[in-house]
T-cell receptor, first 114, second 113 residues
């Protein structure tokens, strides 16, 4: 079983609508969850982090976490063409020597249609 | 601050050649990481370091080596390059707290022919 799973997409959403991206993870002890945005040919950029159950809002972005269901989601309101990118879900796990490591999902490719 | 820098940006290697991918960060982060990203896939951890002189293997370490002699630098060495190592390589760093926000370099696109 993959540690972090995402639908690879592509997910196509009309401009102005809400884009919903989902992620499930297998390690029940994980405490930190992240959403990275990656434009084509660029490096990942952190856009949201969430550590406790519930919702966390930042501008047009809302991250949702449900630890009981091992589920993280990202909502993008009022989607813009500039939101077209691949969104990577990442979950932290404890590695050797106390290191905090991130395990990434394969990413969901999102396209916003004008 | 330049953040995380990587060199080179692009490289083509022949099978069996060796090379070193350079990574430097100026944020005084103690944790550094090397990932590879194959087309249409997420990032897979190759090696990581929790501080100077301390390194450990990630998910896909075979065919690679690392060293960490300073806080700032974390080079990745490819010995005997193989076509399976064709990928984009990202270096990242973080403060290494319990909430690790990783900052990524621009990446190195490597092709092995």
């Amino acid at each position: 079983q993959k540690e972090v799973e995402q639908n690879s997409g592509p997910l196509s959403v009309p401009e102005g609508a809400i884009a919903s991206l989902n992620c499930t993870y297998s390690d029940r002890v994980s405490q930190s969850f992240f959403w990275y945005r990656q434009y084509s040919g660029k490096s990942p950029e952190l856009i949201m982090s969430i550590y406790s159950n519930g919702d966390k809002e930042d501008g047009r972005f809302t991250a949702q976490l449900n630890k009981a269901s091992q589920y993280v989601s990202l909502l993008i309101r009022d989607s813009q063409p500039s939101d077209s990118a691949t969104y990577l879900c990442a979950v932290n796990i404890l590695g050797g020597q106390g290191a905090q490591k991130l395990v990434f999902g394969q990413g969901t490719r999102l396209t916003i249609n004008p | 601050n330049a953040g995380v820098t990587q060199t080179p940006k692009f490289r083509i290697l022949k099978i069996g050649q060796s090379m070193t991918l350079q990574c430097t960060q100026d944020m005084n982060h103690n944790y550094m990481y090397w990932y590879r990203q194959d087309p249409g896939m997420g990032l897979k951890l190759i090696y990581y370091s929790v501080g100077a002189g301390i390194t450990d293997k990630g998910e896909v370490p075979n065919g690679y080596n690392v060293s960490r002699s300073t806080t700032e630098d974390f080079p990745l060495r490819l010995e005997l390059a193989a076509p399976s190592q064709t990928s984009v390589y990202f270096c990242a760093s973080s403060y290494g707290t319990s909430a690790p926000k990783q900052f990524f370099g621009p990446g190195t696109r490597l092709t092995v022919l």
